[in-house]
C-alpha cells in the first residue's frame, strides 16, 4: 500500500477542515490509491486497495472528498462510475472512454488545442454573459480488450 503524498495530505487536511470534516484513516485510503493509480477508478477498484473499508462507508467517504474538491466523478452513459483526483491536483485533462467495458482513460490534447478551446470559452462567457465558464470534452471508442 502506497502512502500519500506529504503534498496532498496537507491539501486534503486544509480542504476537508474547510467543510468541517476530518482525514479519516478511510479518506487517507481512498486519497492514496488514487494518486498511485494513473488512471479514474472505480469503486470496486479503489476497494482492492483498501479492503478495510466497506462499500457502503466507501460511498459516504467518496461524497465528502467530492464535497471538499479533493475527488471528482466521472459518470459514463452506461451510469458507470468513476472517481479521479480533482483537476486542481491531476492538471487540466480529459476523458477517453470505452463505450463496451465502460473503461475511462485520461488524455491530453495539444497545446494549441487547450488555447483554442479557452479563448472560445471566453468569448462564449461574453456572448452569453456566462461567469468562470470551463470546458469538458471526451473522447469514446472501442478499447483494445474489448477489440481484441
Ligand atoms: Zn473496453
Ligand atoms: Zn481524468
Ligand atoms: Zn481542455
Known amino acids: 500500500m502506497s502512502d500519500l503524498s506529504i503534498s496532498l495530505e496537507t491539501l486534503a487536511l486544509e480542504q476537508l477542515e474547510a467543510i468541517g470534516s476530518r482525514l479519516t484513516k478511510s479518506r487517507k485510503l481512498i486519497l492514496s490509491a488514487l494518486e498511485a493509480s494513473a488512471k479514474p477508478l472505480t469503486v470496486t477498484q479503489i476497494a482492492k486497495f483498501s479492503n478495510k473499508i466497506a462499500i457502503s462507508s466507501m460511498y459516504r467517504n467518496l461524497n465528502v472528498l467530492e464535497k471538499a474538491s479533493l475527488v471528482t466523478k466521472i459518470v459514463n452513459e452506461n451510469d458507470f462510475a468513476f472517481y479521479e483526483l480533482d483537476e ?10 470505452c463505450v463496451r467495458c465502460g473503461t ?45
Open 88 to 97: 486542481h491536483v491531476l492538471g487540466h485533462h480529459h476523458h477517453l472512454r
Open 104 to 148: 475511462v482513460m485520461d488524455v491530453e490534447l495539444a497545446e494549441e488545442i487547450e488555447q483554442q478551446l479557452h479563448k472560445t470559452a471566453k468569448s462564449i462567457s461574453k456572448k452569453y454573459k456566462f461567469k468562470n465558464v470551463e470546458h469538458f470534452l471526451d473522447f469514446a471508442g472501442a478499447c483494445s480488450k474489448c477489440e481484441s
